[in-house]
Nanobody, 127 residues
Framework: QVQLVESGGGLVQAGGSLRLSCAAS????????MGWFRQAPGKEREFVAA????????YYTDSVNGRFTISRDNAQNTAYLQMNSLKPEDTAVYYC????????????????????WGQGTQVTVSS
């Protein structure tokens, strides 16, 4: 079992920045690709970013590419999402997720590829 706990959400003005953290329990963190998703009110959950097991490869949805950066610290069992130049349309609940240790393929951009999910953290961007 893996437990994921997100933190770092909040209210920020447009153009501002936030850094989300995702702390993972257990000893398998470094064996799992990680991803961030978000869900805005009335909308489906959408993929935001993914990172490989080592952190050497990353992948972003077009709408955040160049503004968001996903990273990880395997020694600290933590994944991060640095969000810069935030826009009101980035307002959503942000979730981190982990694939299974046997996951194959890149990038894992579909929610069904993920085995474990955090509870989410709210990000609100005011205009």
């Amino acid at each position: 079992q893996v437990q994921l706990v997100e933190s770092g959400g909040g209210l920020v003005q447009a153009g501002g920045s936030l850094r989300l953290s995702c702390a993972a329990s257990g000893r398998t963190f470094s064996s799992r690709k990680m991803g961030w998703f978000r869900q805005a009110p009335g909308k489906e959950r959408e993929f935001v970013a993914a990172i490989s097991r080592s952190g050497g490869s990353t992948y972003y949805t077009d709408s955040v590419n160049g503004r968001f950066t996903i990273s990880r610290d395997n020694a600290q069992n933590t994944a991060y999402l640095q969000m810069n130049s935030l826009k009101p349309e980035d307002t959503a609940v942000y979730y981190c997720a982990a694939v299974s240790t046997s996951h194959y393929g890149w990038p894992p951009s579909v929610s069904s590829e993920y085995e474990y999910w955090g509870q989410g953290t709210q990000v609100t961007v005011s205009s």
